[in-house]
């Protein structure tokens, strides 16, 4: 079974379009996250959810809306895609929020804005 | 947050042992030091975990000098297989209080 999976793990469009992107976990974590990985490899925080709960949200444009329906799933809905939006994007999960507690990663969802 | 810096890549031939440093000249108390490993096509995988001192497990060694304002990760005798993008995150995720460095490409070569 895959601890941290997301769907889809390709995905293409044009701008200006609305996609999504869903994260689910099966660890029993209480946290998950949006990490954004650029075409130079650094890794950045996006949003990070406990229990349902927003608990950081970094300088993201709102285009970009975290959804928790329950705390094994955080899905991420973007709107009016920009070429600049193209990148990867990974979800994360860890045990409990303010801990220091190991990071689960998803395989990542590598989104192409034409 | 704390801002580290790594070396934009390495390269190494099988069997050496490999360091690579992270510097994190303004790591916070309560911050520790975490070890990811990430191959082509997947997410980050965590290495190793640290406070202060010396850690080790089956895969890597970490160390950390008494001012904790740097951290080397120890790779022994490595493989092809280890070939790939290493960071260091320093603080706690969960808390909003972390950055993870820029990463280093680790290439070994046979």
């Known amino acids: 079974d895959t601890a941290v999976s997301q769907t889809p793990k390709y995905l293409v469009t044009q701008m200006g379009n609305d996609k999504s992107i869903k994260c689910e976990q099966n660890l029993g974590h209480d946290t998950m996250y949006w990490y954004k990985q650029d075409s130079k490899k650094f890794l950045k925080i996006m949003f990070s959810y406990n229990n349902k709960e927003l608990i950081i949200n970094e300088t993201v444009p709102n285009r970009f809306s975290p959804k928790s329906p329950d705390k094994a799933h955080l899905n991420l809905h973007i709107n009016s895609l920009e070429l600049g939006d193209s990148a990867v994007y990974f979800c994360?999960?860890?045990?409990?929020?303010?801990?220091?507690?190991?990071?689960?990663f998803g395989e990542g969802s590598r989104l192409t804005v034409l | 947050l704390a801002k580290t810096t790594q070396p934009i890549s390495m390269d190494s031939y099988e069997g050496q042992e490999v360091n690579i440093t992270c510097s994190h000249n303004n790591i916070a108390t309560n911050d520790y030091i975490t070890w990811y490993q990430q191959f082509p096509s997947q997410g980050p995988r965590f290495i190793i975990q640290?406070?202060?001192t010396k850690v080790t497990n089956e895969v890597a060694s970490l160390f950390i000098p008494a001012d904790r304002k740097s951290s080397t990760l120890s790779l022994p005798r490595v493989s092809l297989s280890d070939t790939a993008v290493y960071y260091c995150l320093v603080g706690a995720p969960a808390a909003g209080k972390s950055t993870f460095g820029d990463g280093t490409t680790l290439t070994v070569k046979p």
């Open positions: 994360a999960s860890s045990l409990a929020a303010g801990g220091t507690g190991e990071l689960f």
């Open positions: 640290g406070y202060k």
